[in-house]
């Protein structure tokens, strides 16, 4: 199901045991030493037998030069395009909410990196290991919440997540990935109606409902509501990834460095 998502991507690396794992990344590249050190991550993410990779946003800083700008984007898809395994990407703020026109850049984000470009396009959903995976845009630092697109777009966010949710009933469990920390809420909280709905979701699987995400750089595995396992990945200025792969009726992470 991946890989017919997935179009044009390398076919999913079977697992031992019948088993999987899969790698995350985020708040990478910020600048040309960090492109350096992806390129080197890349190569040992290559060298790892994975089911796919997600980079949950944040390809770049919000200058016009880096994220904000069409040559530094399609840089970094000709670099991730070096990555053998199914590949993943979401939009991050850096990409387009804190870009001068946010909506013209993230039509242009979807033009560079979604095979076919349209609403939307970056929401994705797919099923390994007997898990469904979900992938949202949602922004931070505040999820755009002062422009009159944050409404229209987070009724299509919760009724997305409400279908992972469904598709999700019968199976292991629901992951989440997008690229804000929903739990920051200063200087404006842009994530309210999106906690409520992830605590809802959580209560009613709790310890089968994972969300991770990135955006404030700093690796954590917690509960940041009840029944609701909380991971976020590493960011810039440090260049890594983390490596989470399926245990009996749960997910185990490494957080490599």
Excluded at 42 to 52: K, P, S, T, V
Aim: proline share 7%; glycine share 8%.
């Amino acid at each position: 199901m991946l890989a017919a998502l997935l179009a044009g991507c390398a076919p999913l690396a079977p697992a031992p045991g019948g088993g999987f794992a899969f790698g995350v990344l985020g708040d990478t590249p910020y600048s040309q030493a960090e492109v350096a050190k992806l390129d080197a991550l890349i190569g040992r993410i290559n060298a790892q037998e994975l089911a796919f990779v997600v980079h949950v946003g944040d390809i770049g800083t919000s200058a016009a030069s880096q994220g904000c700008g069409d040559a530094w984007l399609a840089a970094r898809k000709r670099q991730f395009a070096r990555i053998r395994h199914p590949f993943v990407l979401l939009p991050g703020d850096n990409e387009w909410s804190d870009c001068r026109d946010p909506v013209e850049r993230l039509r242009q984000w979807r033009q560079i990196f979604c095979e076919t470009p349209k609403e939307l396009c970056e929401h994705r959903r797919w099923e390994s290991g007997g898990w469904v995976f979900v992938t949202l845009n949602v922004p931070g630092h505040d999820n755009n919440v002062r422009h009159a697109e944050h409404g229209p777009r987070m009724q299509a966010v919760l009724a997305w997540l409400d279908e992972a949710a469904a598709a999700a009933q019968d199976k292991k469990g629901l992951v989440v990935l997008m690229q804000a920390n929903p739990f920051l809420t200063v200087p404006r909280d842009g994530f309210s109606s999106l906690r409520a709905k992830l605590s809802a979701l959580a209560k009613l699987r709790p310890g089968k409902f994972v969300l991770i995400h990135g955006d404030t750089h700093l690796y954590r595995d917690d509960e940041p509501l009840p029944g609701l396992r909380r991971i976020e990945v590493w960011g810039s200025p440090i260049v890594s990834w983390i490596r989470v792969s399926a245990s009996p009726g749960a997910l185990r992470v490494d957080a490599v460095r």
